[in-house]
C-alpha cells in the first residue's frame, strides 16, 4: 500500500490545534484542504460533504467535539459534560443516516463524562483529543483487517465492480471496499476495477477512480446504468461496496443505487460483498426499515456540475441511501472477519467481541 | 394531444426545401432548430445527437436522401439511383444501432430505383422527397396507434417509469412510450410520472422531463440508479421504454440502462413494456445477440456538462446501448397492436401484416 496517500482527516498540533480535511467536492480536479478550527465549520464540512464516507464522518465529528475549547472555557468544571453534549448533539444534526457519526459522538460522550471534575480543562480536553485520535487509529487498522479479511474473496485475474467510494478518502486510511482491492493486488492478484460513476454527486468517478489511478490498480469508469451490461459480459465476478449504517439482521443502508446493484449481482450469479467495521452495526435497530434516509436536495441531480440539465420546475426525487435487504448480501466484511451467511445470529456472534 | 408541440424533424419547403430539426444537444435551456442543406449536415446532426430516437433518425436520414440534389445533378438519368446509393450508403454510416435508419433508407432506395430513366430530375426529386413525407406521415400515424394500443395497460391513478426519450422528439410526433402515456392521460387518467435522468447524455432529464411538462403530465425526475428504490417504495406499476432494434424473437436493443430496469421490473413483479413501431423490427437478426452495439466517446462520461468529473487519463467504457432479452419484457406495443408473449411466432404474426 501507497502509505503516501493523503489523508481525508488529519488533526494538525496538540490540543489547540486544528481539523484539516480535503476538500472532496474538489476532487479530482484540486487536491486542496480546508481548515476547521470550530465544531461549525465540521458540520458545515459533513453536510456539504467536503468530508464523506461513514468512517471518515466519525473521525471528523470526534475531532470536531475537540474543537469545542471555547464553549468549554464558559463553564466550570462539573458542568463540562453537559455543555459539551449541545456541541455533540449539534455534530450529530449534521448527516442523519451514517452510524458511525453517532457511534464516534457516543465515544466521546463516554470519555468526557469519565473525566473526573477535578481535571483542568487542558486535561479534560487532552482527553478528548486521545479519543479521537484512538477512533482514527483504530479505524486505520480497522480498514487495515478488513483488507486482509477480504482479500481471499478476490480470485487472481478478476473483475470487481464497485459503487461510491469506499476508498481512503472514505475512511482513516486505505477504506473498506477499496482496501480490500488494495489488499489483494499486494498479494500479487491482478484485478480490474469497474468503478460506477455514482450520479447525483459522482464519488465513483471523481474519487474512486481517483484512488484507483493514485495505487496503479487497472480500472474502468461506468455510467450506473451500464453495470448491468458489464456483468452480462461477465466482465465482473465480485461486487463490493462499503455501508452507511447495518440494521442487526444485515440490511445494509449505503449510497443510491447499492440495493439495485445486489438485484442485478443476483440476476447474474455473482457474489455480491459489502465491507465495513463493526462501528457501521447499528445493533439497536431490528431490520433496515428503520434506517432513517437522509433526502437530498433537487438540484444534485437537476442542476449538477454547474449546468442546469433538467427544465426549470421539474420535480426531483433524491433519496441519497438506499437498503439492501441481507438476503442479496453473499457476506459482510468485517476487521473481525467474515459474516457469512449474513444473518442476525452471525451478525451477534461477530460483533460481541467488541462489545464486551 | 397538443398538436403545438414543435416537431424534432420538418422539411421545410419544397424539392429545393431543407430539412429543419431541432437541436436537442441544447434542450432543456434553448429551443433552436438547425437547418440541414446537404446530406453531410444531416449524416453530422445524427452523429451528433442533434436529431435522435430511433424513428426520428430514420426520417432525418430519408430527407436527407432529398438534400441530394447537387450530387445527382452531375450524373445521367440512368445513373440517378446508383449515385443515389453512394450517399445512402453514407447517411448509413452515421449510427450503428437503430434499425429504423436502415429501414427509412432501404425505402428511398427502393422508391429511387422505381423511377422511370425518362424522368426528369425534378421529377426524380419529387419521387423522393414524396416517399420521405410519406415515412414521416407513416411514423405520425403509427406513433397515434401505439398510443391508442398501450394506453389501455396504464390503470388510473398508477405510477409509469421510462427511460431515455422514447417521446415526441425521438419521432415523428407523439412518440412511442411516451405516446401511450400522453394517450391514457387523454382518456382521463392521472398517472405520474418516474424518469429516469439517463446518463451519460440526460435524455431523460433534458428531454423527456421537458415533454411532460410541456404536456402537463405529472413527473418526477430521479438518477437512473434510484430506479429500484423506487419500484421497492411501491411507486410504479409499468416500466415502459423505447426501442432501437428489435431481433425477431424480441431482444430488444435499446439505451443503456433499459436491460437493468428490465431485470430490476421483475424483481419487483412490475410489468416492463417496450412501445415500438414496427419499422424498429429487425427479422433479418433471428436474436439480439447480433445486434451491433455503438461504443460512444469515453468523454461523454468523463466531461460531460462541460466540466471534467473524472481524473485526466481514466479509462471509460461508454456503451450506448444495451439489449434485454424477450424473457423480460412483458409485451411490445406496435401500432398493430400488442404483442404479448414475446415470441418469435407473435412477433411473425403482428409484422406479417406489413411485409404484405
Redesign the interface.
Known sequence: LNLQAPLAVAWVGEVDGLLRLIDQTLL??RLEYVDCSSPEMVWEAIRQLRVRGAPAIGIAAAYGVCLAGETLARVAPHARPAQLQTVIDYLASSRPTAVNLFWALDRMRRRASAVPATASLQQFREQLLDEARRIQAEDSQSCRAIGRSGAPLLADGCGVLTHCNAGGLATAEYGTALSIIFTAQEQGKRLHV?V?????L?QG??LT??EL?QRNVP????????????M?EGRVSAVIVGADRIAANGDTANK??T??LA??AQ?HSIPFYVAAPLSTFDLTLETGASIPIEQRA?EE??C????????????????AF?VTPARYISAIVTERGIIRPVTAQEIRRTSSALQA
Open positions: 479530482p480536479q469497474y460506477d460513476e455514482t450520479r447525483p459522482l468517478a471523481r477512480a481517483w489511478q480500472s474502468t469508469l461506468i455510467c450506473d446504468s451500464a453495470a448491468a451490461q458489464v452480462q443510491i443505487g440495493y439495485a438485484l442485478l440476476a433537487a441531480i437537476t449538477g456540475f454547474g449546468r442546469q440539465t433538467a427544465p426549470r420546475g421539474v420535480e426531483a426525487y433524491n433519496p438506499d
